[in-house]
């Protein structure tokens, strides 16, 4: 294929990129209101708040928000249907920077409780249960056989995201929110109840 069949092809492939990356966005747009939700382009909905702890956020680098969901009610989290990050690897510190070389591009969709700084209850997880908090427990065990649910925490959030959800579409917002909120009203004591 020569250079100019190449951009043609190029110029074709983001063109269709962006057409489903508008419809999307569209459709997230629309759907927001009705979710009980603002929506947000791009932009991160975690600036100035606390977010040590959280290794999705705080280890990488280059985030990116995509189609970020902003609750109405603080029963809600916010929903960030696509993040997408890098994992660098061979970070060597060198002097005053570091070299970096190689690393992965990633993406998930995120569901975060805004909390109250620093109330979260301590408890520990265990391979035979959850000591000291039986309704998570409970909620750990009622979830789909074979998934997965990452659960991140800081002085501020309570970050949840299934690592097989890369990008969460509008008509799976819901759903999601049905299947986390379990665990988050465990976590929470009762304050993630649906608005």
């Known amino acids: 294929m020569s250079f100019a069949g190449l951009i043609v092809l190029f110029a074709v492939v983001g063109f269709f990129a962006w057409k489903i ?3 999307r966005s569209a459709a997230f747009a629309a759907a927001a209101d009705g979710l009980g939700f603002t929506y947000q382009r791009t ?3 975690f600036e100035g ?3 040590s702890g959280i ?3 705080t280890g990488t680098v280059q985030h990116r928000y995509r189609d970020v969901l902003l609750p109405k009610s603080a029963k809600l989290p916010v929903v960030v249907s ?3 990050y890098l994992i660098f690897r061979n ?3 060198k002097g005053s920077g570091a070299v970096v070389s190689g690393g992965s591009g990633q993406q998930h969709s995120i569901l975060a409780y805004r909390i109250a700084h620093g109330s979260l209850a301590r408890f520990r997880l265990f391979t035979r249960g959850v000591f000291g908090n039986p309704l998570l427990a409970r909620a750990l065990v009622d979830q789909p056989q074979r998934t997965w649910l990452h659960v991140q925490v800081s002085p501020d959030w309570l970050l949840l995201y299934d690592p097989a959800i890369l990008i969460l579409k509008p008509e799976a917002v819901t759903p999601a ?3 986390i909120r379990p ?3 465990a976590i929470l004591g009762g304050s993630a109840a649906a608005a």
């Open 21 to 23: 990356v508008k419809q």
């Open 43 to 45: 932009g991160s909905p």
């Open 49 to 51: 708040t606390d977010l």
């Open 55 to 57: 290794t999705l956020l």
């Open 82 to 84: 696509q993040f997408n």
């Open 91 to 93: 970070t060597l510190d």
């Open 177 to 179: 929110l049905d299947r």
């Open 183 to 185: 665990i988050a009203e």
